[in-house]
């Protein structure tokens, strides 16, 4: 069964760092693009990074630029995202997909590859 799988999350102070993982199962990452979205309670889903040919694109929203780096673990077979500078604002459910990766980032489509994961909740709070 070919999957994605989110982890990483936590509770984090403000200003603080996490780095998430979307790990593949039963296929290799390296065969498509990969983004990262987040969804706040009350929210719409919004995408936030992407990345392709093994971190040859990649693409950040506004909210994310100077902040995430996403990038590629081909020994672990991920792609991580690193946040820094977290703020109660990024508190949300991440998830990750394949995509088509493009500088439109927010409204970047999903693939039509398997479901949406159960995602990895991150909450910024002190």
């Known amino acids: 069964q070919v999957q994605l799988v989110e982890s990483g999350g936590g509770l984090v102070q403000p200003g603080g760092s996490l780095t998430l993982s979307c790990a593949a199962s039963g296929f290799n990452l390296d065969s498509m693009a990969i983004g990262w979205f987040r969804q706040a309670p009350g929210k719409e889903r919004e995408g936030i990074s992407c990345?392709?040919?093994?971190?040859?694109?990649?693409y950040y929203a506004d909210s994310a630029k100077g902040r995430f780096t996403i990038s590629w673990d081909h020994a672990k077979n991920t792609v991580d995202l690193q946040m820094n500078s977290l703020s109660p604002e990024d508190t949300a459910t991440y998830y990750c997909?394949?995509?088509?990766?493009?500088?439109?980032?927010?409204?970047?489509?999903?693939?039509?590859?398997?479901?949406w994961g159960q995602g990895t909740q991150v909450t910024v709070s002190s």
């Open positions: 997909a394949g995509v088509v990766c493009r500088r439109e980032v927010e409204t970047m489509p999903k693939l039509d590859f398997g479901s």
């Open positions: 990345s392709e040919n093994d971190g040859g694109i990649t």
